[in-house]
């Protein structure tokens, strides 16, 4: 039986019990606020899907996914019916009772709002958190059509919980006027940027966000608003792989849109980097 035959609906190397797990993995689907392209709601599934086109082992980090007790409990049901306001409050709440067991996640997007609750809920459990937010977009105004709530504002509401100097944004080439000043300058490398940044972020406890869209839309063109000037897939990985050995509490990957994304470029770079997350925070403890 080919891989596509035996696809079982999770995340490659998944384990089948809950609790035999450390790191649970969810899918966020929620698809409200996008502004350009909307799709991102059908990102998670896709994402699984293609991640049995990928090897457990990881060559890089000398580990394989088969050794970690992760289990992807797939796409949590979102609220809307009841609002936005509910839908984020719904996450919150689930990813607040994985931590309170003990363990982490790791979302699939799902729009980038999904960040919020999701690290609303990681810092009531690590209030020292640092959250590094690796996007092509600021995503740092106070509204955006007329509400506060928006993937263009996401940022934001995560720096407003977390504090300014907590919120940590790479990758960034997009702003508008009421953005410029709100982003400091760096690296223009990816990596190089990675390096200076990795002693602030030693003994704190570390959370992950990565839009797919911080990289280059020649790499990653299923997303809902492609950036041109991005850094190669090769390069991500290589930022991603110097968070080795920090304390990687959760993370997610977002703004997968399947509709746009010739050959599944996007999504197969998202499960690689999701393989790589998961050997990353397993090692953390």
Not at 54 to 79: C, K, M
Not at 161 to 166: R, S
């Amino acid at each position: 039986m080919g891989k596509a035959e035996s696809w079982a609906g999770r995340f490659l190397r998944s384990r089948e019990d809950a609790r035999e797990s450390r790191i649970i993995m969810y899918g966020a689907p929620l698809d409200v606020t996008t502004s350009y392209r909307p799709g991102t709601r059908f990102g998670p599934r896709r994402i699984r899907e293609v991640s049995e086109a990928l090897e457990s082992y990881s060559p890089i980090l000398g580990r394989d996914l088969a050794d970690v007790q992760f289990y992807d409990g797939q796409d949590l049901p979102l609220a809307l019916a009841a609002g936005l306001e509910a839908a984020l409050e719904g996450l919150d709440k689930e990813v607040a009772e994985v931590y309170a067991s003990g363990r982490k996640v790791l979302v699939l997007g799902g729009e980038h709002l999904i960040t919020y609750p999701l690290v609303r809920a990681v810092y009531r459990h690590h209030p020292g958190l640092v959250v590094l937010w690796l996007d092509a977009h600021a995503d740092l105004r106070e509204s955006h059509h007329g509400s506060r709530w928006s993937h263009a504002t996401v940022a934001r509401r995560v720096r407003e919980t977390v504090g300014e100097a907590n919120l940590v944004q790479l990758g960034v080439r997009s702003a508008c006027r009421e953005e410029a000043g709100l982003v400091p300058a760096g690296p223009p490398g990816l990596v190089e940027a990675m390096r200076r940044l990795r002693p602030r972020l030693e003994g704190r406890p570390l959370y992950l966000s990565l839009d797919i869209d911080v990289l280059d839309p020649a790499y990653a063109p299923g997303t809902g608003a492609p950036e041109p000037g991005g850094p190669s897939t090769r390069e991500l990985l290589e930022a991603v792989y110097l968070l080795d050995g920090l304390d990687l509490v959760g993370a997610d990957v977002v703004e997968v849109a399947p509709a746009y994304d010739h050959a599944d470029l996007a999504a197969i770079a998202a499960a690689k980097l999701c393989r790589e997350i998961l050997l990353i925070m397993a090692q953390a403890g």
